[in-house]
C-alpha cells in the first residue's frame, strides 16, 4: 500500500488542477456572457453637418501704388503711431508717401510746355490776322481788275496777277486757320500732360480710402516699387472688423442641405470652450476640386463687436440640417450591434448565458429597410430583437421609435470584456492565496 500510495497522491492533485482549470474556463465563460448596456433616454437631438473654414474680413482692401518709386514716409494712425500691423486708420488718413522729386519735375515740365502751346496759338490767331487783311486787300484789286478786264487800261499780264495774288491770299488764309487749329490741339495735349503729371504727383500720396484696420504691410521704408501692368501692393486693409464671416469649404455631398439664412455655429481653436454663431450669406458657385474631392464655399456671416475673432483664425463649422426636442435616442452602437450567427435560434434569439456576443456579428436576414433598425434588449437569460424605426442621428446617437420603446429601456451595445478581478476570483482553490489589505 505503501508503494502506491505517491501514484494516489499525484493523481488526487492532477484531478485538483483539472478541476480548477475546469472552475477557471466556465467562470471566463461567465464573464464573457455579460453585455454592455446603456438605456434608452429622452432628450433633444441636432442632426449637423460639420466642415472647416477660416474667418475672413467682410470687406478686404487691397492698397497698391499707382507709380514707382522710393517709399520715403509712412503715416500715423488714430493714436499717433507710425503706420503698422494692426493700426486703426480714418478714411483720408496718409498711409505711405513716395518720393516725388521726379514727378513734380515732369508737371513743371508739363506746365511749361502748356505755357508754349498757349503761346503759339497766340501767334498763330495773330497771324490770321494779318493773312486775312492781305486776302482783303487782294480780293478788292481783283474786284477791280475783273470790272476793267484786260484792255489799253490794263494789260492781260497784270489782270492774272491780280487774279493769282487773291488766290494766293486766299490760300494763306486756310494755312493760317489749319495753324490756329494745330495750336489748339498742342494746347489740349499740353492740358492733358500737365494733368496727367499732377495725378502722379498726387499718387506719391497714398491715403486710406476707408475707415478701416491694417491687416498687412508689405513695404518699407526706402523699399522701392514697381508700377507696371500691376499695381504693387502695399497694405492690406480690413474695412469693419466688427463685423465678419466664415468661409466654410462644404463637400458636394452636404452641400444641398446648406440653405442662405441657415444658422450655423463654429468654434476656434483661440477660444475652445465657447461657441459662435453665425447665419449662412451665400453659397459660392464656382467649386474647386482638390484630389478629386468637389466643395463649394459657403459664407458665413457673425457678429464680431467684440473683436475677438481675428481674421483667418481656422473655425470648425457645424450646420444644423434637422433638429428634434424630447425624442427617444440611442447610441449608434446599439443600431450597429448583433450578437453571433451561430447561437441565434429560428426566432432570432440568443442565450444570454452561454457565451453568446463573442465571434462574427450576425447578418441582418432579409435586408433592413434603411429607415429602420434593430437593437437588442436582455429578456432573462436570453437576447431579443426589437425592431425601431430611426430618425435624425448626430453622429453618436439617433432617434428611434416603435412599438416597446420606452424611455430607460436597456439596449446591448457590445459585449463586457472579462475583467481582472473575475480572473482573480476564478484561480485554482489549491494555489495560496495571497491575504488582502495589508498586514494584520
Sequence with gaps: MKKWYPWLIAIALTAALLAGGVLLTR????????????????????????ATGTVEPEDLIDIGAQVAGRIVEFGTDTRGAQIDYGSEVKKGMLLARIDDSVYKAQAEQAGAALKSAEANLAR?????????????????????????????????????????AALVAEAAVQSGRAAIRQAEAGIVQARADLNRARENLGYCTIPSPVDGVVIDRRVNIGQTVVASLNAPSLFLLAKDLRHVQVWVAVNEADIGNIKPGQ???????????????????????????????VTYTVEVATDNKD?????????????????????????????????????????????AADGA???????????????????????????????VETGISNGIET??????????????????????????????????????????
Excluded: C, H
Design 307 to 351: 473683436g475677438r475673432l481675428l481674421p483667418y483664425l481656422t473655425a470648425n463649422m457645424r450646420f444644423e440640417t434637422a433638429r428634434k426636442d424630447g425624442v427617444l435616442v440611442v447610441p449608434n452602437q446599439a443600431l450597429k450591434w448583433s450578437p453571433p450567427s451561430e447561437k441565434q435560434d429560428a426566432a432570432g434569439s440568443a442565450p
Design 263 to 293: 444658422r450655423a455655429f463654429f468654434t476656434v481653436d483661440a477660444y475652445p470652450n465657447e461657441e459662435f454663431s453665425g447665419t449662412v450669406r451665400k453659397i459660392r458657385l464656382n467649386a474647386s476640386m482638390t484630389q478629386n474631392v
Design 27 to 50: 467562470s471566463g465563460e461567465e464573464e464573457a456572457s455579460a453585455y454592455k448596456t446603456t438605456p434608452i433616454r429622452r432628450g433633444d437631438l441636432v442632426e449637423a453637418i460639420s
Design 399 to 440: 432617434a428611434v421609435s416603435g412599438p416597446g420603446v420606452r424611455e430607460g429601456l436597456a439596449v446591448v451595445t457590445g459585449t463586457q470584456a472579462p475583467s481582472e478581478k473575475g480572473k482573480k476570483a476564478s484561480t485554482n482553490p489549491f494555489v495560496p492565496q495571497i491575504p488582502r489589505g495589508g498586514r494584520r
Design 357 to 387: 456576443g463573442r465571434g462574427k456579428p450576425a447578418e441582418r436576414k432579409g435586408g433592413v429597410n434603411p429607415e429602420k433598425g434593430r437593437i437588442w434588449i436582455v429578456e432573462g437569460e436570453r437576447l431579443e430583437p426589437l425592431e
Design 124 to 164: 498763330a490767331r495773330a497771324d490770321l490776322l494779318q493773312l486775312q487783311a492781305k486776302k482783303d486787300q487782294a480780293m478788292n484789286d481783283w474786284e477791280r481788275a475783273k470790272k476793267l478786264g484786260p484792255s489799253d487800261a490794263l494789260s492781260k499780264t497784270a489782270y492774272e496777277g491780280y487774279r493769282s
